[in-house]
């Protein structure tokens, strides 16, 4: 299934060359494991293209109350107003009349992975989630186009009042608490694809963790896209009480067709006064998803946020996670670590806003752009009038391994407070030439040297990881690795 | 006298000029009537806000005076005159280089520059002619509502060597503009330092751009000074677009009152094995706000390319705030490119280690902000342009902070 060893990319230059469909997906599955596909499971016929229509009739599968139909049919309008973001990637691809906003592929979602369709089950022993939930999660989630298929929690977390439940159960079943939170981060016409999400949001998570509760084992949520042109919009909300810690891990991957897909989440999450979120990604769409998503977390008084970010698929990301330090002492850390190979856009990045006194944030960022694609850095630190003694550190670096690369850095930092001090750096290097012959000296070839020189650059990021993810970033970055060199 | 409004009939009343200038100013007329004022909507503009901005002024061609440091220029075939005479005399090279690298149409600002622009300074180096000492041109502008034009067009041949300076300065005004363009040609070899000196006093909005092209084995170092105006947008620009270039642009800013900065810049890396280093440093006190935001372009096949960008902002007052966009975007993978940039106070630790060395706070902060903006100055070595940089820094820290409006 991997073709990355055997087939030599020499693409370059083919420019105006007719590339056969079947050619053109061999390319684009080089070297990515998930390419399988279902047959298609949906439980009603699904519709492309959207509507108003479209907006009801998701609300009203989904038995609504009124609120959030209404939330939904404005965030459409919203969404119909604004205008294509003029900066980042080119989004001119994306056919927003052919894409299917709802598919609605089990009637009921299930508790034990043997109450699957036995496609659907396959799936999720391929990406080995049912393995993984008994070894070391505390819960997961798992999403197969616009609905979670399998839910579970930890018994133990259940009993100590922790809710980890899919949205629209959540909706269902805490709507007092999903009303009080819902889109206040975000609202729906925070940007376009926010207010997408909000008027055709299917799925995602919903977490509460009580006061003074520790999640210990990490909490998990794996979405994945099977049918063509699907578009997945889950919204996910994450409420840490005071003095609380959550580990939230979120996964993805999706088959490879010849015709685009669309991913366009919103996350938001508040880490109330002593609480600490920790929110990892390892994000992995095939190549044929535009992966436009937005997060954003609150942090209270000496509450810690984490983004730990990995984008390592996707055929373009535009998603820079942000932290609003609101109270005195908050803190704010992105990790980001972006890989952009063939034809990929990688436009990730990080915000921090400082709004309160003694808040901190750190930003760092790894990217690696090789065979033509482009990774870049967008961020932003902003420090309000009164936010004094704030501190704030951003370090990017990025590395090109080939001439047909590229990687950008757009960092962006405003000050308003004289007492607030900000510290920005960056560079852009290639893999060091010194550094690869002194391995290959010691007997690795060319490829391995690099995914070892590659692994170590991304390091700061991936020691941040739980064991088992590192060890799944760092393979997949040696499989985007091979035959890249030489 | 024109009116004071940049209309048909205070075009109709500029002086005659030659016919490619004339062609020239007519379409740049076209282009300034055609184009809106700049929105904050854009990026390029975001931080500096000209929506209110009253394009109500007289044009006024201010006094300007040359000094060539006592040299003799003709004997060795240098042309140092003004612009408008220029394109006279040596028509060929003023019409193959006037506005190629300042386009008119690049903004509303350029059009009205190339419509109503008359005088300037022009000057040319021959080939390897190597100039000793400084020229200089100084523009001095007292007339209030008046609307100033500088325009530098520079050509060094191949292999030649000179050092200009650009002093801008005007007394405090109820309101005026500068619409000022340097265009800067470094032939292949050349050796080319670029000082402007910003004195503009309150009241004056300086928009400025200056853009050099840099050639094969070429040298080009630039430093830009700027204390004065109320609003001041000055732009600077390399372009390396032979191999072997290398480009050094330093900047210096102190602002205080109500003065707003947005400085920004370009390293633009079209040719391979070229070098570029920027460093950027600036005080602000009072309610003043400086913004930097610059660009390293790395285009493809610009391999070797080894580019620095910095910007440091200190921070001497609550009201005072600072902006940094320094950005890359690189094409090519063979390249050394970084950037770094910070906004701060003055070091407390500094400070308390001088206090207990006995020195006042107040001389303790002077210090570390002439400490801060020596990295810099130690590196122009032209001693009358550091000297003057150094008096004027202290001038503005013995400066008692002014009244803040809040």
Redesign the interface.
Known sequence: MIGGATAPIGVKGDHGVAVSQEEHLRELSKGYRFDWKDESNSVFVPKRGLSEAVVEEISARKSEPDWMRKRRLKALKHFEQRPMPWWGADLSGIDFDNIYYFIRSTEKQAQNWEDLPEDIRGTWDKLGIPEAEKKYLGGVSAQYESEVVYHKIKKELDDIGVLFTDMDSALRDYPDLVKEHFGTLIPANDNKFAALNTAVWSGGSFIYVPPGVQVDIPLQAYFRINAENMGQFERTLIIADEGSYVHYVEGCSAPIYTSDSLHSAVVEIKAMKGARVRYTTIQNWSTNVYNLVTKRAAAYEDAVMEWVDGNIGSKVTMKYPSIYLLGKGARGEVLSVAFAGKGMHTDAGGKAIHAAPYTTSVITSKSVSKDGGRTGYRGLVRVEPGAHHARSNVRCDALILDEESRSDTYPYIEVEDETAALGHEATVSKVGEDQLFYLMSRGLSEVEATAMIVNGFIEPITRELPMEYAVELNRLIELQMEGSVG | MTSLTFDEAAFELLPKATEPLQRMRKQAFEEFRALPIPSQET?EWRYTDLSEFELSFEAHLPSVMRTTSGQDLEGLGIVFCDLDRAAESHAELVDRHLHTLVPTDRTKFTALHGAFRTGGTFLYIPRDVRVELPLQTLTYLDVDDAAAFPHTLLIADEGAEVTFIDRFASPDLARALSDAIVEIVVGDGAHVRYVSIQEWGAGVTHLGIQRARVGRDAEFRSLAIGFGASLARAEAETVLAGAGGFSEMLGVFFADGTQHFDHRSVQDHVAPNCSSDLLYKGALRDASRAVYSGWVHVR??A?KTDAMQTSR?I???????????????????????????????VDEETVFYLESRGIPRAEAERLIVTGFFQEVLDRVRLDEVRHNAELAIQEELAEPSAEVVS
């Open positions: 990026e493809p096949g391999q902002n921070v001497l007052s609550e009201h005072a705030k600072a902006d940094a966009i320094p950005n890359l975007e690189i094409e090519a993978n063979d390249v050394r490119c970084g950037h770094a940039a910070s906004v701060g106070p």
